[in-house]
RNA sequence: GGGAUCGUAGCUCAACGGCAGAGUGCUCGGCUUUUAACCGAUGAGAUGGCGGUUCAAAUCCGCCCGAUCCUACCA
């Protein structure tokens, strides 16, 4: 029965037993002292007498030449081939040699030079046995071509298609720079409960779970902000955090169910202090990745060079949906003609409806939208001259928003009026208004003038990253579960 | 939720109403300098599921399951 799934896995465990026939542990061993595939490269190779290098790695490539064998050994630096011949490694080697499947993972130790055709290649002197894989990995020519596929084995996609290797690290580097800058601006890292009594500080649907001791229902945080505020309350005047966050909605391109945010508070600032340090993270994190400030996304480009366009979300609207945000009846006409019902719908409800069909995916930026309509944003410092507006901004790059900052409301008092006031024909669930008692008690015992700011780091890594789907940021995206 | 496309060997694909095929991988044989090595051989499939049309279905039709893309929802 060679050839079904069947037989390369009883084939695969019968070599298994002869490794350990061999006297190694076909599960390896300890194995100190080896050196990145990717630096072994960059040795002389006409060193006399030649390098001498400890390599480990998984075996991508084979070719048996009858006494003499080629592997392509992998680690996450780079790929080199080994050369094995039966003279060089003993009797042991190659019997160890024969036992080699695609996949299995190897210590090599052995000189390093180039082969008659000028490969780099480790000639073996020393093979040590460091795992089996029993499954068979993907073709070395098909490869792995179904998406869900590659999802649902992302380890694999990992080693066989490097760019998702590449991303991963790009990841890996823009949350650590975040991390560097934010703490050398004197920013305080905490962590607090994923575990909400209320599912405060956005407009989300949260995750229900239930607490058996105190025989309770949590919910999943939907936002980081109101702990976060809390400990400006309590003195940590420049606090972040970068957490996962969960809404209980859609799967799509934009959206996972878990998501990371970073969001940061900063005493005695606001929200255009909030706009010079969102630019400088974000341009951090740009040169961080060492490409230049204009970075390619689908078949556009983004400049990131400072300074951004600002511009004011009441000028927006006038530009793109052609009535000003004072004109309730133009607005109401517009909203009618493109099938919106108005009736009972408050004006900042129909206004930021027209805002997101109309505006949004004009936006291609980077551009602070600032100045927002205060009836949407209860958690935002109203202006001292205006109340109607709201002193937030968001940011917009290529349409998506990539930040989110206020000026925030510290006044317990309006803070309570606008948990409590439910904007006529919002449902409940798309309302930000939920009364959280506990916060606008931490509120009265006074919390400092501040500016807050939210970043989805997915986003952020999508456009650094030249991404266009959000599950190819996240190494594990959720996925329906395989009956 | 709506629309489009797709599901054939472990993997990548072909066959488009007429005997289900190739490459690769697997297994066996040959080769001490290969480069997605090469040469030779052996295996490997009820074509996602159920039903229908037909002398004949992977192919046409219906339903179901699953996936992908677009769209909607997600302030």
New binding site residues.
Partial sequence: ?????D??EA?RAE?LQRIEALGLDPWGTRFDGHQPIGAVRTLRIDATPPERVRVAGRIV????????A?LDLWDWTGRI?V?I????VGEQGWNLAQQL??GDLLGVDGTFGK?????L?IFAEGLHFLGKSLN?H????????????R?RHRYLDLIYNPEVLDRARKRILIIRTIRRFLDDQGFCEVETPTLHAIAGG???RPFITHHNALDIDLFLRIALELHLKRLLVGGIERVYEIGRVF?N??I????NPEFTMMELYQAYGDYRSMMDLTEGLIVACVDALGAGRRLPFGDTEIDYSPPWERARYADLFHKHVGVSMDDTEGIVRICEARGFPSANKHPDVLI?HLF?ECVEDKLLGPVFVYDYPAS??PLTKRQHLNPNVAERFELYIQGMELA?AYTELNDPVTQEATFRMQLAGLPEE?S?AKMDDDFVQALRYGMPPAGGLGVGIDRLVMLLTNT??IRDVILFPLL?PE?
């Fill in positions: 029965m060679a050839g079904t799934q037989s390369f084939s070599k490539l084979r070719r048996g030449m009858g006494k003499v080629f081939q050369m011949g039966q003279k060089q499947d695609l082969t008659r055709t000028g490969e290649t068979p993907p073709d070395k020519w098909g490869g792995m071509q179904d998406i869900e596929f999802l956005a407009a989300a809404r909605e859609g799509s391109p934009k959206h930021h997101e949407l944003c989110n798309d930000m266009s789907t329906r009956k």
